[in-house]
């Protein structure tokens, strides 16, 4: 459809219908001028060989992103590292944004794909907010704010034949490449060992046929090339490998993370390669080689699993976003499209063809596009301004039909935590590596996930973490399996300090059976209130909901601050290929969505409530023979 006739569908609608005056609370607090960026002080993390925790945020973007700056942001990546540190900021609509707590690392991960371009075109505006946007939003008309909105998306927000024409100018080149040397340089600037680490990284964004097979690419050091390989220099994945591995031959150490395998109709973790073909070892070397961790939880939906791969898991609806990003908004293939199955994937190329091509770790991380890391449920700013930049956008009211309202499917999510021996670059990398890593959906749960054969005298008293090192591994490591009895599991979970109290915990098995097919069973080893008693038969009971919807709260007088056990799986089998990851829910909480509504007077729509959760990677146990 051209964009005269869009025009056309655009004004039919909007003379077609009335709407009344809302107040987008938020403006109310909005500045003008420059925020004041100090960062709260910090003492050094010191070094501990029983790892410390640490939090972070590896997908974030900036007005050097092409998307991000034509939606409206205009912060850099020093406020985004700001931001991270615990400074406060000017979001895209003039008023400060700062999180509850500082992250102890993170990265800016902006698009390479037309890096910086944008921003160039757009001259001496280059740092103006949208002052439109913002008068509008202000004037609490949602005729007037919907055709601006929508004559923006129309005419300002190119498509990609467009950008491939304007952005992708050969003599553009020089100021992609100047916006990477801002990114490194930032990135420098803002790394302080010990206090907070920073890590120079892009996106590689791939997108055949609307389908996501997007990588965030991290490097250790300050050894990075000139300018980064992109999708303009090939959508396939094997490719990117290839590159990276061309660069770790120079010196380069480096790794990439998939995100959003749930919106990539099934193509991030395929049984076929990119064109189509069987795996092969070498595939699944490569792949792990390059790939140990995969984002599964952020703003655009959680990868853990589906309903339909997993309908026995009462847990696997979680914050689903299963359609293309696309405007036809067809549905996204699960099979292929989420962490689990990948998981099960893998373990039957392992039993059948002595090759695993999915053996990654899991972390969250947010991809804001506002500079920020807005994972925060009762303190949400949206991930794209001019579309959810404040509650009145979310919740529909600066709109005329829902048919152009944003995507209410974003939620408020999340973020990677590293078991790591200090807060410097090296440290964290190796953890990377070694897949000691999860993701959280943006609570602060601690949790720690052990199975060895060395635990029979093990209780989980003052010294603990020493002997699980010793007599077994971590989250992310491996087990050969032995003839006499199951391994131990050791789960080890607490709250977030300013967050809800836990529900359960859970071991999710993976196996593959006799006849080389994947099965995968959700066990519920601890939970909170003595349910786990209670339960019986009929399994255990749920934990209650504390939720006033109308205030946008909720209570700690159910559940537990703290949850521990150690299980032995009584149906395990030493000849099965297998592996288990750990999983903490917590009681329900308000979702930002019934924040919102409080603060716009409406009702809230469903969910109304959500149970935050952290999912660790995996131990995979090594069967007999």
């Known amino acids: 459809m051209s964009i005269l006739s869009r025009l056309f569908v655009l004004v039919a609608m909007l003379v077609s219908v009335a709407c009344s005056k809302f107040e987008d609370a938020t403006l109310s607090a909005a500045v003008n001028g420059k925020v004041d960026a100090a960062v709260p002080e910090r003492a050094a993390i010191e070094y501990n060989p029983d790892r410390n925790l640490l939090w972070g945020d590896l997908h974030v973007h900036t007005a050097l992103s092409y998307d991000a700056f034509t939606v409206g942001t205009r912060a850099m990546p020093d406020d985004a590292y700001t931001y991270m540190k615990g400074g406060t900021i000017q979001h895209a609509f003039g008023y400060p944004i700062r999180a509850h707590t500082p992250l102890d690392f993170g990265a800016v991960t902006d698009h390479v794909e037309y890096l910086g371009v944008p921003r160039y075109l757009a001259g001496e505006d280059r740092d103006a907010l949208d002052q439109q946007a913002i008068a509008l939003l202000k004037e609490g008309s949602a005729l007037k704010y919907s055709a601006y909105y929508l004559y923006r998306i129309f005419t300002q927000m190119a498509s990609a034949e467009t950008r491939e024409e304007t952005f992708g100018r050969d003599d553009l080149r020089g100021v992609s490449e100047s916006a990477w040397q801002e990114i490194v340089d930032a990135a420098e600037r803002h790394n302080h060992p010990g206090h907070f680490t920073t890590f120079i990284a892009y996106e590689w964004s791939s997108m055949p046929n609307e389908r996501n097979l997007h990588r965030n690419v991290i490097y250790e050091s300050t050894n990075v090339p000139d300018f980064p390989f992109s999708s303009r220099d090939s959508e396939n994945p094997e490719d990117l490998w290839r590159a990276l591995d061309k660069q ?92 689990r199955d990948a998981l099960r994937t893998g373990l039957e190329f392992a039993h059948s063809e002595q090759f695993n091509p999915y053996r990654f770790g899991v972390i969250g991380s947010s991809d804001s596009h506002n500079a920020s890391s807005p994972v925060e449920e009762d303190n949400y700013h949206g991930k794209l301004p001019l579309l959810d930049g404040t509650p009145a956008q979310r919740s529909g009211q600066a709109f005329v039909s829902d048919r152009i309202a944003p995507m209410k499917a974003y939620g408020a999510a999340g973020l990677v935590a590293v078991w790591a021996e200090e807060n410097t670059r090296e440290a964290i990398f190796r953890a990377m590596q070694r897949k000691e890593t999860y993701a959280t959906s943006g609570p602060r749960i601690v949790l720690r996930f052990f199975a060895g054969w060395g635990y029979s005298q093990l209780q989980l008293e003052p010294g603990w973490l020493a002997a699980a090192y010793a007599g077994g591994v971590p989250m992310g490591g491996t087990l050969t399996a032995a003839e006499d009895g199951s391994p131990t599991f050791v789960v080890v979970a607490s709250r977030d300090p300013i967050g809800a109290n836990l529900d359960r915990l859970q071991i999710i098995k993976v196996w593959v059976d006799s006849d080389g097919r994947s099965q995968e069973k959700v066990i519920d080893v601890a939970a909170s209130d003595n349910r786990m008693s209670a339960g019986g038969s009929a399994g255990l009971p749920a934990v209650g909901s504390t939720v006033d919807v109308d205030q946008a709260a909720y209570s700690n007088t159910i559940g537990s601050p703290e949850l521990t056990v150690i299980w032995k799986d009584p149906e395990y089998d030493p000849s099965q290929e297998a592996l288990y990851y750990a999983r903490a829910i917590e009681i329900p909480t308000p979702r930002y969505s019934t924040y919102d509504a409080k603060a716009m007077s409406v009702e809230a729509p469903e969910p109304t409530a959500i149970q935050e959760r952290a999912v660790s990677s995996a131990i995979w146990i090594a069967p007999t023979g």
């Open 248 to 339: 770790r031959a120079a010196g380069m150490s480096v790794l990439a993370i998939p995100h959003n395998g749930n919106v990539s109709g099934g193509l991030m973790y395929s049984d076929r390669t990119f064109d189509g073909e069987p795996l092969t070892a070498d595939y699944a070397a490569m792949r792990n080689r390059n790939e140990p961790l995969t984002e599964i939880f952020q703003i655009k939906g959680s990868s853990e699993t589906h309903p339909q791969l997993s309908p026995k898991d009462p847990f696997a609806g979680f914050e689903i976003m299963d359609t293309i990003m696309s405007t036809r908004g067809e549905p996204s293939q699960p099979r292929g499209s989420y962490a």
